[in-house]
């Protein structure tokens, strides 16, 4: 059998196959609430037979946004809108997830197709907050370092959104530790420069990963899976930076806490990286997975059903996130798998004869 289209089980969670849409930030809510466009978008991959739709990055709090048009779970009035997404998710055959972020010093920016550039308060902006003031861009807009206080309130922000999520039918959450957000910027000694309990050496820089681990692991129901996407490397040219030993270490730790799956990427805190095709991070999710027995997740130019099945046959991973190939194409799921995937196939769409 194809091992793409094998379920797996995570807790009480039952996917139907191992492909994941990764999660991609859409720059189209208003005041952090999804609407027609997340419908749509989401709704078509799940019915393109995808397992586990993930939501983009989902601010934990306005100012953890990406954008002013990032999707928000800060409030009573989001967790109804995302609940009408999950349930329609359901319906249409999918699993839902929602990746839950905070943007730190990568906050207050354009969506990517207005310059994606950091935004002046005066044209809607805020103060962006980070382990250390220090970033690009502070020039056009501010960036303040976290006291302890305010970084408490932050690891609450997870827990309260973390709730919403459940309280909303979410069978996943992934905690985003990744791509040069805040966590993130707190891993990295590229951007954290802390003196203090949350800077400094290994323990100090991934106390903050570990504290949102921990306290939204002990708030949602043992029965729901917890993933965190973690960028397991600074540079894959060179050793600058937080490195696969310490992402090594830290995943021994998730794991202890009760995280079910590594998501493995890279950078994203300095350059991007260089390679952009042929399973790019696949390297870093078999390390982990190996070294660790956490299961893993493998993201990063998987564009074919070949690719896919030697990394799932080979141990490098237990799941496939797919973002690009499925922006290109809800049906890649179908289309790559056809003939054995037949049975994803809509009914209404079964005489297009895929
Ligand atoms: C339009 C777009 C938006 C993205 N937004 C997010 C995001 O919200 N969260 C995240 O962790 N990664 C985000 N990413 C990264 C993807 O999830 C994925 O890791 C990356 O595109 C590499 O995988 P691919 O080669 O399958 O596209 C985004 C990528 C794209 C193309």
Partial sequence: MTQLLSPLKIRALELKNRLVMSPMCQYSAIDGMPGLWHDMHYGARAQGGVGLVMLESTAVSPQGRISPSCLGLWSQQHLEAHARLAERLHALGSAAGVQLNHAGRKG????PWQGGAPLPIAQGGWVRTAPSASGPGMDVSPIQALSTQDIAAIVDDFRQ???RAVEAGFDVIELHAAHG???HQFLS???NQRTDAYGGDFDGRARLTLEVAQTVREAIPDTMPLFV???CVDSKESNEGWTLEESIALARKLQAIGVDLLDCTSGGISAPPTKREGAFNADLAR?????????TGSVGGIDSLALAESLLSDGACDLIFAGRALLRDPYWLIRQTAPQGAGLVPPQYARAGF
């Fill in 108 to 111: 207050s920016h354009s969506a």
């Fill in 287 to 295: 390390a982990v997975r190996t070294q660790t027995g956490l299961p």
């Fill in 229 to 231: 996407r973690l960028s």
């Fill in 189 to 191: 000694p590229l951007a």
């Fill in 161 to 163: 959104a973390a709730l």
């Fill in 181 to 183: 957000y805040l966590l």
